[in-house]
């Protein structure tokens, strides 16, 4: 049976967008833990760039979706975190250069 990795995990994470930034959640920092237990069943520890912000349940449910069409997916689960708090730092160099931060 097809084992699921974390390289996986965020392999997937890549396409869910958060949609006022236009960038994806991995190069965003948004996500802290990346668990996958027997193989099958997904963990996602991740926050947001604010905790009001108003896109949370649009991308929480975007991750959610996307990982379930992972081959082998058996059970998602995707927490959030507010601590530590979201910081520019955790971005990618990719999302700096796309947000004209670098």
Known sequence: MLE??????????HEVIDPELGI?????GLIYQVTVEDGRR?????????????ATNYIKGGAERRLMLIPAAEDVEVQLAWSPPWSPDLMSDEARRELGMS
């Open 4 to 13: 699921i990795t974390e390289d996986d995990v965020r392999s997937a994470l």
């Open 24 to 28: 994806n959640v991995v190069d965003l």
């Open 42 to 54: 997904i963990r996602v520890l991740m926050t947001m760039t604010t905790p009001g912000c108003p």
